[in-house]
């Protein structure tokens, strides 16, 4: 198949997420207000009670505000690749998902265009969180605002594939609701968005663990690190093999021959 | 006459529940092909595993002569669906949804244009061509929805119980307008219906029980053979209702 087919198919199905977006207003607003809760009354409150140490990449002592704000863009993305994936489980149950599975153009490429433009409307939000964010003098290099492209797109892809398995495994959309809850929240707190890494092990070993080894940590510390322009290779790799793994079994739960599609029966 | 759908000996589980066995059927381009039976037939499995959303795990489904397993994207590439559910994205407009499709089959911009506006002339929305899907009426929607599956040009248009839930208005109108499609277009269509009364005399018809087909051929055929007055007689005796 000519490449130019791709192209169109590929630029149809971002269009068409990015229409989507424009015409829910009230999700670009509540996924600005949802961080800028956490930045304004959170933040401000835990200021005073978490001391943070000068930490890579950091190169001086840093308000708390500044600390969360990798996290904060992270939520934005693992909000927005759940509600993503929301809509797949809503576009199954009412059937739209199918006009796409039907297309003949082959349906790895159909699910991977599908969560790139679920990042592409992540990242309009998170530059539209930098900005406000701005306010509370969260001001990274100006480099920064560009170095953080690349991870944004990585770990928008990592926490988007995840979702989407979740998705092809989840026959309702009530149930999905549940898998929110004990994905988001556990995901969230259970990183290091709101306390460095080192702090929660001063606090508990196997609860670093946990962390330590939880996705979302690589989002975080790939966007933190990203957004002062600097690199850290062991996190840079835990985010790709992430990405990878939740990618294969996102496309593996939507195969028609080993998938959840078939064994759900019609759903 | 070119075989459009070829099907044989396809089944199909879902665990221990059989919901397609040993299915074998063709049909022809230009046909209007009715496929009956009632609810939980099986129909909605089958067109499942002609547009390959599920696997056939046994048997073979060929599309023009495409298998749609091994030669799934020239099998795909022929197929027009209308599913049994409506698919159209209701925040969406007329136009936005059928230019979605259009872009999932890789036409050009001005090709999609071209097709659109000519189709949309057909089903006589073009006035409504910027409302959103929300706004029309549920036989509107079908008639978008059909549209839609004729963008790429199929050779072979399926249709999972397009007519379910309309007014009698709308549902003559559906149909007429896609027996002339298969007309003028030399396409085949498999129609899949629990409505006896949508089925005309000379048309051909294929009767699917329990996941089984227990009866197929032209209307005239069957009647004659069941010894019965007319096709919903034809279709009580052979299904025991």
Redesign the interface.
């Known amino acids: 198949m000519e490449l130019i087919i791709y192209a169109r198919c590929f630029k149809g199905i971002v269009l068409r997420e990015a229409l989507r977006f424009i015409h829910q207003k009230e999700r670009f607003f509540s996924a600005l207000v949802r961080p800028l809760v956490w930045l304004g009354i959170f933040a401000a409150g835990f200021r005073s009670v978490l001391g943070v140490a000068i930490i890579p990449p950091y190169e001086t002592y840093i308000p708390y505000e500044v600390y969360i704000a990798p996290g904060l863009i992270a939520m934005i993305q693992l909000f927005n690749g759940m509600q993503s994936s929301l809509s797949m489980v809503y576009d199954r149950e009412m059937g739209s998902m199918k006009t796409m599975l039907v297309s003949p153009i082959p349906r790895w490429f159909l699910l991977i265009s599908k969560l790139l433009a679920g990042v592409f409307v992540s990242i309009l939000q998170v530059y539209a969180f930098l900005l406000i964010a701005s306010l509370w003098d969260i001001i990274p290099p100006i480099s920064g605002y560009f170095t953080i492209l690349p991870a944004l797109i990585v770990s928008g892809l990592m926490l988007g594939s995840l979702g989407m398995f979740l998705s092809s495994a989840i026959k309702q959309l009530e149930n999905f609701a549940g898998v929110m809850n004990f994905v988001i929240f556990p995901m969230f707190f259970a990183s290091s968005a709101l306390y460095p890494l080192w702090k929660i092990e001063e606090t508990s070993e196997w609860l670093y663990y946990v962390c330590f080894y939880n996705p979302f940590t690589y989002a975080v510390e790939s966007i933190r690190f990203s957004l002062y322009s600097q690199i850290n290779i062991e996190y840079t790799i835990g985010i790709l093999i992430f990405t990878l793994l939740f990618l294969f079994l996102s496309i593996l739960g939507y195969d028609p021959a080993r998938g959840n599609m078939q064994k759900k029966g019609g759903k | 006459m070119t075989v459009a759908l070829e099907i044989k000996n396809v089944s199909h589980k879902?665990g221990n529940f059989t919901?397609l066995d040993d299915v074998s059927l063709n049909i022809s381009s230009g046909d209007f092909t009715v496929l009956l039976g009632l609810n939980g037939a099986g129909k909605?499995?089958l067109y499942?595993l002609i547009?390959?959303?599920?696997?056939n795990n046994s048997g073979s489904i060929k599309i023009h002569g495409f298998d749609v397993r091994e030669r799934?994207?020239?099998?795909?590439?022929n197929?027009g669906?209308v599913?049994?559910?409506?698919?159209?994205?209701l925040?969406?407009s007329i136009k936005?949804n059928l230019?979605?499709?259009?872009?999932?089959?890789?036409?050009?911009f001005f090709e999609a244009k071209k097709r659109i506006d000519s189709e949309i002339r057909r089903i006589k929305l073009d006035d409504k061509i910027k409302s959103k899907v929300r706004a029309l009426s549920g036989g509107q929607r079908r008639r978008v929805e059909i549209a839609r599956s004729l963008l790429h040009r199929p050779k072979l248009l399926l249709l999972d119980e397009p007519t379910v839930g309309l007014d009698i208005g709308s549902r003559q109108m559906i149909l007429k307008h896609v027996k002339n499609l298969c007309k003028k277009n030399n396409m085949a269509v498999l129609w899949a219906t629990h409505l006896i009364d949508e089925i005309d005399m000379g048309e051909k018809v294929i009767i699917i029980d329990k996941g089984k087909v227990i009866e197929s051929g032209d209307v005239s055929r069957i009647i004659k053979k069941t010894k019965t007055k007319n096709i919903r007689d034809a279709f009580n005796k052979l299904v025991g209702i």
């Open positions: 879902f919901a909605t499995t499942s547009t390959r959303l599920y696997n799934s994207v020239s099998a795909l590439k197929i669906v599913f049994q559910q409506p698919t159209l994205d925040d969406l936005e230019e979605y499709h259009s872009s999932l089959h890789g036409l050009s």
